[in-house]
T-cell receptor, first 115, second 120 residues
Framework: GAGVSQSPRYKVAKRGQDVALRCDPI?????LFWYQQALGQGPEFLTYFQNEAQLDKSGLPSDRFFAERPEGSVSTLKIQRTQQEDSAVYLC?????????????FGPGTRLLVL | AQKITQTQPGMFVQEKEAVTLDCTYD???????LFWYKQPSSGEMIFLIY??????QNATEGRYSLNFQKARKSANLVISASQLGDSAMYFCAMREGPGASRGGYNKLIFGAGTRLAVHP
């Protein structure tokens, strides 16, 4: 079966441009997470969806970051007016229900470089 | 606030030897879980092993085992019989809270990682 997929894999943006990053979770997975991984660091939580409901957006660094999952499957992370500090790998993960011991399955990430 | 500490930025091991990657954590929640993930150069995070705070036995998955010392708040990963394909970044992560079955969910907090190099 297919795993979590993300597109694009690489994105170069000029400072000030808007970008949209897509995540296709594993089919049937209720929970979807976005993480940001700066160079040389561990991933940091951005936001969480349970089906189409965004239950936690406490990790979004600013109001330039926006995420949606309108039909409870595919999710899009949008960054408006990109800044150089937004350069990072953006990882998407999904899990069946999101319960305590359940594994999160990660996609390959989108590597964003803002020039 | 929860915190994960991985004090070894880099480790190397000879092929077929065992290696221990350190992880300490800090939480005041009695219910938590600890995960180890592997991240090869391709970037994908690969789940290795899980230990729940109430689990009585140390977790094992094939060549991976978790040395869980609750009183010391440590959850070290032991890789036995290292292989060249084990060369990667390794992240320790913690889930704090009861999880979705009790109204919470499985948000992970990651350490900074340890880069493991396996030499032939």
């Amino acid at each position: 079966g297919a795993g979590v997929s993300q597109s694009p894999r690489y994105k170069v943006a000029k400072r000030g441009q808007d970008v949209a990053l897509r995540c296709d979770p594993i089919s049937g997975h209720v929970s979807l997470f976005w993480y940001q991984q700066a160079l040389g660091q561990g991933p940091e939580f951005l936001t969480y969806f349970q089906n189409e409901a965004q239950l936690d957006k406490s990790g979004l660094p600013s109001d330039r970051f926006f995420a949606e999952r309108p039909e409870g499957s595919v999710s899009t992370l949008k960054i408006q007016r990109t800044q150089q500090e937004d350069s990072a790998v953006y990882l998407c993960a999904s899990s069946f229900q999101g319960v305590a011991e359940e594994t999160q399955y990660f996609g390959p990430g989108t590597r964003l470089l803002v020039l | 606030a929860q915190k994960i500490t991985q004090t070894q930025p880099g480790m190397f091991v000879q092929e077929k030897e065992a290696v221990t990657l350190d992880c300490t954590y800090d939480t005041s929640d009695p219910s938590y879980g600890l995960f180890w993930y592997k991240q090869p150069s391709s970037g994908e995070m690969i789940f290795l092993i899980y230990q729940g705070s109430y689990d009585q036995q140390n977790a094992t998955e094939g060549r991976y085992s978790l040395n869980f010392q609750k009183a010391r708040k440590s959850a070290n990963l032991v890789i036995s019989a290292s292989q060249l394909g084990d060369s990667a970044m390794y992240f320790c992560a913690m889930r704090e809270g009861p999880g979705a079955s009790r109204g919470g969910y499985n948000k992970l907090i990651f350490g900074a990682g340890t880069r493991l190099a396996v030499h032939p």
